[in-house]
């Protein structure tokens, strides 16, 4: 029997799972946006993200620390990887830039597991983030709520510094005209950089909010990338911002079809890609 | 202020300029002629390094510019208007304007919109709906804003409106009374050496004709003889 109070919660997980794979699909798609490439360390991203929000916040005691590591941490990974690894690497050499992100994400998952060891862990919200918050039709566990809002919150400050500072407008114009923005003195090179870190970023701080929702394991990084390509794809190639709204989708998606087939429910992503693409082969926010 | 010094281009493997020289002095406007596929658009590349020389010197100042990256050579003052003059489409005509200005500038946004009045009204629009004359003047316009002391121009003319035309050369022949070094890839003859000091006519990535727009006015046929007829 499904009762409406089961439905709410559903969706509210669906939300907050959704509101994960938006922060990893916003990373993934500024990072695509400025140097072509779908980050293959993406996950691992994650993965780090998580054990370092894990490890922090267990030997802190806070868990804003945790989250400040985790993000931390990530984006200074991103920036090292670009700068010491991609950037090696000619422009356009597009399977080689590949193979070395998806090299990278190998050697960090097992760094991980060679310092915190291969099993799973688990990690508890803050007590203030436990138990629930009543919306009247249904309950909506607190930690959860606050997936959805941190999530929120981060989206819309990156939004505000993409669309409504110069920076963003030279970010803007560096991912359509990268000789035309250097010809103009804008160092295309550092957003780069910067772009990468602040993705990698995104993709640490959602492993760290993901750690005390589905737990800990070494194949966490791996698993969400793959959903993260999924969600980018059926957001629109041309838009970062296609696959926030993409991602939330696939989340309620994912977490109601677990009510009525708890098998299929990955199933499910993959079928709605392809019914969307057959539909709109530009993704739901892309332009062609 | 700029020397070119026997610059070798390539495009993969094929070998585009071949030993190219060339300077433009302080206040000097330059006119760069020759027929399609002469290699002027490569010598601007390949000042701005986005195709770099394979062998050869450039300096601008003294400053060897080998040296320096695509976007410090721009902050180092040369300001590049490509012939593919498309705006950043998804940013407005102000960012598009605004996003590279250098507040150090000789001419501010006021003398970019009273040379281009048309862009006034535009300047919440975004880039990609500007009609061709439109790009033209926001790109000449974002260039300048950058502060330059040389001004690269890539056949600014090229498929524009006779009104478009004109405030173009309007606002160059400003900018010449003003003092402002150019260096001008130019089709028509005509208005190359009516505005140039110099001209240098290239032909299959050689220089084969330099001299005074002065004494080459008395002489066209001598250009038009290198550059083809009707231009
Ligand atoms: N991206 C490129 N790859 C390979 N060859 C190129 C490329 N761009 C130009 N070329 C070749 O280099 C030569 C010089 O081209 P360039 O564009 O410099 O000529 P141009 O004098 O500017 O001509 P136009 O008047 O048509 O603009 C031509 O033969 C052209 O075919
Ligand atoms: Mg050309």
């Known amino acids: 029997m499904i009762t409406s109070a089961l439905l709410g919660v559903q969706v509210a997980n669906g939300l907050a799972v959704g509101a994960l794979y938006a922060l990893m699909a916003f990373g993934l ?119 959805v809002v941190a999530a929120a919150v981060v989206i819309a400050a990156v939004w505000a510094l993409i669309e409504r500072t110069w920076i963003g407008a030279r970010i803007r114009a560096g991912i359509e005209r990268p000789e035309m923005a250097q010809s103009l003195g804008i160092d295309v090179e550092a957003l780069v950089t910067a772009a990468f870190a602040l993705g990698a970023g995104l993709a640490g701080l959602a492993g760290a909010l993901a750690a005390p929702l589905t737990g800990l394991s070494v194949t966490m990084g791996t698993d969400m990338l793959a959903i993260a390509l999924v969600v980018v794809v059926l957001g629109g190639l041309g838009s970062i911002y296609g696959g926030v709204l993409a991602g939330l989708l696939v989340g309620v998606v994912q977490s109601l079809a677990a009510l009525w087939v708890p098998q299929a429910s990955t199933v499910v992503i993959y079928a709605a890609m392809i019914l969307v693409l057959a539909v709109r082969p530009q993704g739901l926010l892309g332009e062609r | 202020m700029l020397e070119v010094a026997d610059i070798h281009t390539y495009y993969g493997n094929s070998h585009v300029l071949h030993g190219i020289s060339l300077s433009v002095g302080e206040g000097e406007v330059v006119a760069l002629l020759g027929r399609n596929g002469a290699g002027k658009t490569t010598t601007l590349r390949s000042i701005m390094r986005l195709t770099p020389p394979r062998s050869g010197r450039i300096s601008f100042r003294g400053r060897d510019l080998s040296l320096s990256p695509t976007h410090g050579i721009a902050r180092g003052g040369i300001a590049y208007v490509p012939e593919h003059r498309d705006p950043f489409s998804l940013l407005t005509v102000r960012e598009n304007l605004l996003l590279a200005a250098n507040p150090r500038a000789r001419w501010k946004l006021d003398d970019v919109l009273r040379w281009f009045p048309a862009l006034a009204a535009l300047m919440s629009r975004r880039g990609g709906q500007l009609s061709g004359g439109q790009q033209q003047m926001l790109a000449i316009g974002r260039g300048l804003l950058t502060g330059p002391d040389l001004l690269l121009l890539d056949e600014p003319s090229q498929g524009l409106a006779p009104v478009v035309v004109n405030a173009v050369l309007e606002m160059l022949r400003d900018l010449k009374r003003q003092q402002l070094s150019v260096l001008l890839v130019e089709q028509s003859i005509r208005v190359a050496l009516e505005l140039a000091d110099r001209v240098y006519v290239l032909d299959s990535g050689r220089v084969v004709l330099a001299g005074d727009a002065a004494a080459l006015r008395q002489s066209p046929a001598q250009v038009e003889r290198h550059v083809g007829v009707g231009a």
């Open chain 1, 29 to 147: 798609s500024i990072i695509k946006g400025l140097l072509n490439v779908p980050n293959f360390a993406h996950g691992a991203l994650f993965l780090v993200g998580a054990y370092v929000a894990w490890a922090v916040s267990g030997g802190s005691g806070s868990f804003w620390l945790g989250l400040l590591a985790a993000a931390a941490a990530t984006a200074l990974l991103g920036m090292a990887i670009e700068r010491l690894l991609v950037r090696r690497l000619h422009r356009g050499a597009y399977l080689f830039q590949l193979l070395l992100l998806f090299g990278t994400a190998l050697v960090m998952e097992q760094t991980v597991i060679a310092i915190w060891g291969g099993l799973g862990r688990s990690m508890s919200p803050p007590p203030w983030l436990t138990g629930a918050v009543d919306l009247g039709f249904s309950p909506f566990p607190r930690y959860l709520l606050f997936i």
